[in-house]
């Protein structure tokens, strides 16, 4: 700008914002153990099946929630209709997002690259790859030297990688789950995702035996709903992605020296 300059010499610079709106979903789950259950001689004590049986429904609820986080389709109650919630498949494919054609090529670090570049350009910060577990190990061939498995209780899905980002040197987590599509990739920035629950309405599991009940009754209830805040820029999908067993088929053709072609260009011991 030059010397003494005024209001309005500046150069206008802003964006539009949007709002979007998600609906809740009721969870529950049902944990009855008869009291001639109960009464069977088995190793421990009735706490102890109580214990087993109600962290069975919770695992349960939390796959459940894990799929609804994917596949939900936003769907609002009424008085014949049950409502849902919607999940990434439903946000993260809208008119504006971002989407990547693999063009029936295997997944490799150009592709991850590639969409990694679109993320940071419209101010995204990606750190993590959804994938199924074919997928992984497709991409874990290709970066097999390069490769940091990590295990712990806090992640879900087959396994877990960290592998570095060419574009900015950091870390990307490769989570694989089963539920994923084979044909789909997803380059993630996690920081605008949250599980929102409804006010006091948080999943917990109580009591619920009624008076001369023979046995126990449990029950997991709760309602909440999955925040997608700035989809359009925290997520790329790469899409026709080459099936993995087909990816994994061609890894294992032999090449002479006893390697096998990896995509990128690489090789690895066969």
Known sequence: MSEAS???????????????????????????LSGSALAVGVYGSVDNQLNRQTAFALSELARDLNRVALFGRRVEATASVRGEAGGLYYFGTRQGALSLDAQNKPIDSYLINDAAQML????????????????????????KDRLQVLRSDDRRGAYVAVIVNEINGRGITVMADPDVPQNDVWLIDPAGFAL???????????????????GVRRTALGELTFEFKNIKQRVCRITNVQNAADAISAMRTAIPGGTVALPGGTSSEN
């Open 120 to 143: 940071l350009a419209e101010g995204g910060d990606p750190v993590q790859i959804l994938c199924s577990p074919g997928q992984a190990r497709v991409i874990s061939n290709e970066y």
């Open 6 to 32: 005024v209001n309005g010499d500046g150069e206008e610079n802003y964006a539009v914002a949007g709002t979007e709106y998600n609906t809740t979903q009721i969870f529950r789950k049902e944990i009855v």
């Open 196 to 214: 929102c629950n409804l006010r006091n309405r948080a999943i917990t599991d109580s009591d619920a035996t009624p008076k001369g009940f023979d």
